[in-house]
T-cell receptor, first 113, second 112 residues
């Protein structure tokens, strides 16, 4: 089955710790995105990547980092500089050959211990 | 900048009632418009979309029409079911290759 997988489903972070959220897609999509969802705030863009080895900051990139070494993978690292990391993180991907509709993964919920 | 405004929820309805969730947008040019649905603890699923003025998107009994004159993309369904209970997000994409801009979401609760 084609789709987007995110792991883990739940992730716990200790103070001062960096954690990495995984996002993998087998849809052969060129573009990938990371969003953060907070209650009552909708989704906000953290980073996005339109091609391998290239990515751009979104609206709330501070305290986060990404890499795009492979087309199918776009991991997000939440660094210790992100002071309020508790949220639901959603990864998405899209292709210009499919009308650029974004398809979402199931999400990772990050909690701070 | 570009933005999307949705009616605040929660919206509480009885089964078989008519649903309207209002969505208006601010954007330059001719954005594409989307409705996504999120069930508890899950990611977002595309519900419907429209890419140009006067287009009507439809899926699973839901409809929305792209109205450029009123900059609106209201979601409607003639008869809601308990299984429609979810959070609904309106979103726009200003041009190809850019990320989506979301509204804050509207929670719908349908009771039998």
């Amino acid at each position: 089955d084609g789709g987007i997988t995110q792991s883990p489903k739940y992730l716990f972070r200790k103070e001062g710790q960096n954690v990495t959220l995984s996002c993998e897609q087998n849809l052969n999509h060129d573009a990938m995105y990371w969003y953060r969802q907070d209650p009552g705030q909708g989704l906000r863009l953290i980073y996005y990547s339109q091609i391998v080895n290239d990515f751009q900051k979104g609206d709330i990139a501070e305290g986060y980092s990404v890499s795009r070494e492979k087309k199918e993978s776009f991991p997000l690292t939440v660094t210790s500089a992100q002071k309020n990391p508790t949220a639901f993180y959603l990864c998405a991907s899209s292709s210009p050959f499919l009308g650029e509709t974004q398809y979402f993964g199931p999400g990772t919920r990050l909690l701070v211990l | 900048g570009d933005s999307v405004t949705q009616m605040e929820g929660p919206v509480t309805l009885s089964e078989e009632a008519f649903l309207t969730i209002n969505c208006t947008y601010t954007a330059t040019g001719y954005p594409s418009l989307f409705w996504y649905v999120q069930y508890p603890g899950e990611g977002l699923q595309l519900l419907l979309k429209a890419t140009k003025a006067d287009d009507k998107g439809s899926n699973k009994g839901f409809e929305a029409t792209y109205r450029k004159e009123t900059t609106s993309f209201h979601l409607e369904k003639g008869s809601v079911q308990v299984s429609d209970s979810a959070v609904y997000f309106c979103a726009l994409r200003r041009e190809a290759g850019t990320a989506l801009i979301f509204g804050k979401g509207t929670t719908l609760s349908v009771s039998s």
